[in-house]
């Protein structure tokens, strides 16, 4: 079982980047699917989630800007980034929820820089 993140690079302030998670197997196995992220410096964070139901939440931080989706059919989740910041800056992580287990991606790294 794995998750591999993919649709990271360098983008100026207030331009838009989306990210794809690939889930191995049936996406509709993983309970919940999630993007965190982590700053230099910084603890992870947990940006936004969503459920096999299609309950959806997000960090206070990214309310309004940023998306999270996924396709069934493709066995992929998506986060959909708007007008992101410098502060937005970070490697971003897929995480599944699937059964008992939870699987991590290796990570793409977003730059929010002029």
């Known amino acids: 079982v794995q998750v591999v993140e993919s649709g990271g690079g360098l983008v100026q302030p207030g331009g838009s980047l989306r990210l794809s998670c690939s889930a191995s197997g049936n996406i509709f196995d993983y309970a919940a699917m999630a993007w965190y992220r982590q700053a230099p410096g910084k603890e992870r964070e947990m940006v936004a989630r969503?459920?096999?139901?299609?309950?959806?939440n997000y960090a206070d931080s990214v309310k309004g800007r940023f998306t999270i989706s996924r396709d069934d059919a493709a066995d992929t989740a998506y986060l959909q980034m708007n007008d992101l910041k410098p502060e937005d800056t970070a490697v971003y992580h897929c995480f599944g929820n699937r059964g008992s287990a939870g699987y991590w991606g290796q990570g793409t790294q977003v730059t929010v820089s002029s």
């Open positions: 969503i459920t096999n139901g299609g309950t959806t």
